[in-house]
Nanobody, 115 residues
Framework: QGQPVESGGGLVQPGESLRLSCTVSGSTFSFDTVYWYRQAPGKERVWVAIIRNNGNTYIVDSVKGRFTISRDSAKNTVFLQMNNLNPEDTATYYC?????????WGQGTKVTVSS
C-alpha cells in the first residue's frame, strides 16, 4: 500500500459542506485505524474523527453532529463529511493511517471557511 493522499479541500462559505477523501493506492486498503486530524494556523494538530477496522467510529465533541467519517473499501478511501462549516473549521486536514503499528501520514488538504 502507498501513502495516504488527501483531497477535497477548498474555500467554502459558512454553512456549506465539504467531503474530504483519504485514498491509499494498492489493491487493498487494510488498516487498524484511520484518523482525521486538523491543524489550524498557529495551533496544534488535533484529531477530529476516527474509524477503526471493525467499523467503530468516533467524532470529537467540538464537531459532533456536523462531521461524519466513513469508508468505501472498494475505493480504498476513507471520507470525512463536514457539514455546516464555520470559520473555526479553517485548517489543514490530515489523514493518518495506522497499520501494523506503523503510522502513515498524508500531505494534508487545506480547508478555508470564509464569507
Amino acid at each position: 500500500q502507498g501513502q495516504p493522499v488527501e483531497s477535497g479541500g477548498g474555500l467554502v462559505q459558512p454553512g456549506e459542506s465539504l467531503r474530504l477523501s483519504c485514498t491509499v493506492s494498492g489493491s487493498t486498503f487494510s488498516f487498524d485505524t484511520v484518523y482525521w486530524y486538523r491543524q489550524a494556523p498557529g495551533k496544534e494538530r488535533v484529531w477530529v474523527a476516527i474509524i477503526r477496522n471493525n467499523g467503530n467510529t468516533y467524532i470529537v465533541d467540538s464537531v459532533k453532529g456536523r462531521f461524519t467519517i466513513s469508508r468505501d473499501s472498494a475505493k480504498n478511501t476513507v471520507f470525512l463529511q463536514m457539514n455546516n462549516l464555520n470559520p473555526e473549521d479553517t485548517a489543514t486536514y490530515y489523514c493518518n493511517v495506522v497499520r501494523d503499528g506503523n503510522s502513515h501520514w498524508g500531505q494534508g488538504t487545506k480547508v478555508t471557511v470564509s464569507s
